[in-house]
């Protein structure tokens, strides 16, 4: 390979940070930063004493961190230094003056310098945020980046998701995840670059659309050229002159044309077809090896064509109707907290959860490492995309939640794999939405926000109950008989009834009157507790006796509600055990609780 050749980006081995927008060059800056506690979210970094040592990405309340401390530490301070070996690993040379510094997220709110020079702040625990140092890096010498995180354990303004604001984890809560958990890398770039790109796949129209961002728009003359192609073969090429910094071409897929082979190229989780495509700058042609072209910007991306819609209370993939079989997927895990504890556990992650014969993961108050998103439109595996909640309804709330989701939202859109949007869950920071109208108002505007930054899936506007405005209705019921089960979601007279009142859990499913060709769900159900091993405070919704009275009441319960011909899918509780919540079907080591052939049995009908 060639020093510039794009890599392909059908074929990453899951370390690459933004999967879906790869440069040939980039350096990694995990590993020991020098590291602080503090306490002052003022403090100037030339009077932090750095008196430890931690491992990025890694929290500071996390094993695998190399600290483990779960107190109270509303400040925490990182510093490293880079030079010449990381510029000439991200790519750094004279056709790539600038150099991009990456934070794949920082948990809450960031700041950073370099070489003394104060970068920027960001807000925003899940999102990413780069700023450009090229004219600060030198690359003769050591170069000083410091990093200062402030996350108030206290404030329930900011989406925190299942952080718990104790200092101890309890009920459904967890140890808290802060500052760095996300990749921090280095990436060497042309003045100018793309930003950022996106995917609007109207599989059914035959076309794909590219929505392209540059760092500034163009002063002189720029071409941009496109290029899709699936296992070799050309499915699609456009050069068009860019004039400003946000542009958009539309490219016809003519070989969709063909109705006889429509479906070949389609992405489902049966078959999760990929389509490579390379963009290039400057009139660049991005030619079948990959060349970059004469000296512009070049990257490599990859899409899925699909469709997802709603109808005669039926989810639709690709026109056809979809079952759902989904697990609630916390991705905690207990050396890493909510980062991930390498690249190859995102992999597993998923593949785990397809052996259990799930279908879909709704991952659970957090927005997910894009990686693990890569993996899940590599191997098949829907997602229910989900962002951390706020616990307070305030003005300064329903900035933050926005600003964040809004940012998630446009970073994620283009993963095939994500099949529904879900701002909130169970009224979390909107606990009295049932009679307060501001905050009826808020659910409604969240849903309506999401459609308008992408109209292609179903958006649910509070997952659980007190609904105001979603296109799929989702029931969260944690009753422990099976049968009690069979009866309540086994006719659609029995489930009309449900929906016209109070909940499993006391609480109006629906807000609004509903059209009654909307797909109904039930997004949490089963829970049952069972370890053979001592956790602190071990917790489920119901509990089991022994592995054989647990594999009975998970199989049951499953069972009962895959049988049901009137929903349109189904979310169990959960994938894990996490903390002292230990109602997975799996323990905290992703180890089954009883054998999986059973659960797959049970899950996926074989």
């Known amino acids: 390979m060639t020093a510039d050749r794009l890599p392909d980006p ?11 927008l790869v440069r040939p060059h980039w ?60 510029l000439t690993e991200a790519g750094f040379a004279g056709s790539r003056p600038r150099v991009l510094l990456h934070f794949g997220a920082v948990d809450f709110a960031a700041d950073v310098w370099l070489n003394d020079r104060y970068l920027g702040h960001h807000v925003g625990g899940q999102t990413p945020f780069h700023f450009d140092v090229g004219g600060l890096v030198e690359p003769d010498r050591a170069n000083e980046l410091v990093v200062r995180a402030v996350d108030d354990p206290l404030d329930v303004a900011v989406p925190r998701g299942k952080q718990d604001w104790r200092e101890s984890p309890h009920s459904i809560w967890y140890h808290r995840t802060t500052g760095i958990w996300q990749p921090v890398w280095l990436e060497a770039v042309p003045g100018l670059h793309v930003e950022s790109l996106s995917w609007d796949t109207a599989a059914d129209a035959a076309s794909v659309e590219l929505e392209l961002v540059l760092n500034a728009r163009p002063s002189g003359e720029v071409w941009a050229a496109v290029r899709i192609e699936h296992d070799g073969e050309l499915l699609a090429e456009s050069r068009y002159r860019v004039l400003d910094t946000t542009s958009h071409l539309r490219l016809a897929l003519s070989r969709q044309r063909n109705g006889q082979q429509y479906e070949e190229l389609l992405w489902s989780p049966a078959n999760p077809r990929l389509l490579s495509a390379t963009v290039s700058l400057d009139g660049g042609d991005p030619a079948a090896d990959g060349d970059p072209g004469r000296g512009g910007d070049a990257v490599a991306s990859y899409l899925g064509l699909r469709t997802v819609r709603t109808d005669d209370r039926c989810l639709l993939l690709n026109d056809r109707p979809f079952s759902v079989r989904a697990v609630l997927s916390q991705n905690y895990w207990p050396e890493s907290h909510l980062a991930a504890p390498s ?28 990686r693990f998103l890569y993996w899940a439109d590599r191997l098949g595996l829907l997602i229910w995309a989900e962002t951390a909640s706020a616990y307070e309804f305030s003005a300064r709330s329903i900035q933050l939640l926005t600003e964040e989701w809004m940012q998630l939202v446009q970073r994620d859109r283009s993963h095939p794999s994500i099949i529904a ?59 422990s008989d099976p049968e009690v089960l ?48 001592d956790v602190d405070d071990a917790w489920g919704y119901s509990s089991a006796r022994d592995a054989a009275d647990f594999g009975a009441r998970v199989t049951g319960l499953i069972g009962a509600v895959a049988d049901s011909t009137v929903l349109a899918g189904f979310c169990y509780t959960q994938l894990a055990d996490t903390g002292q919540e230990t109602n997975g079907l799996l323990r905290a080591d992703r180890t089954a609780k009883v054998p999986v052939e059973l659960l797959r049995a049970a899950i996926a009908g074989r």
Do not use: C
């Not at 081995?13 to 879906?20: I, K, L, N, V, W």
């Not at 491992?55 to 109270?72: C, F, K, Q, R, W």
């Not at 690249?343 to 785990?352: G, K, N, P």
């Not at 007279?493 to 499913?509: K, Q, W």
């Open 343 to 370: 690249a190859d556990a995102l992999r597993r992650e998923v593949e785990l959860i397809l052996e259990l014969g799930f279908n879909t993961a709704r991952v659970h108050q957090k927005a997910e490492d894009p």
């Open 27 to 86: 350096s990694d800056l995990g590993g020991e930063w020098e590291f602080a506690f503090g306490s002052d979210p003022e403090q100037a970094p030339e009077d932090v004493e750095f008196d430890r040592t931690i491992v990025v990405p890694y929290p500071p309340e996390a094993e695998l961190s190399g600290i483990g401390d779960t107190g109270y530490h509303p400040v925490v301070w990182y510093r490293r230094t880079f030079g010449a070996a990381e």
């Open 421 to 479: 949007w879900v701002p909130l869950n169970e009224s979390w920071g909107v606990q009295h939405i049932s009679h307060d109208p501001r905050q009826r108002a808020y659910s409604r505007g969240l849903t309506e926000l999401t459609r308008a930054i992408d109209g292609t899936r179903p958006v649910i506007s509070n997952d659980g109950w007190e609904h105001t405005d979603s296109d799929l209705i989702t029931i969260h019921d944690y009753e």
């Open 10 to 20: 059908l074929n990453q081995d899951g370390s690459y940070p933004r999967p879906q």
């Open 486 to 533: 069979g009866r309540r979601y086994g006719s659609r007279a029995a489930l009309d009834e449900l929906i016209a009142g109070p909940g499993p859990a006391g609480r109006r499913i629906q807000l609004h009157a509903s059209a009654p060709t909307r797909p109904i769900m039930l997004t949490e159900f089963g829970g049952v507790s069972w370890i053979d091993h």
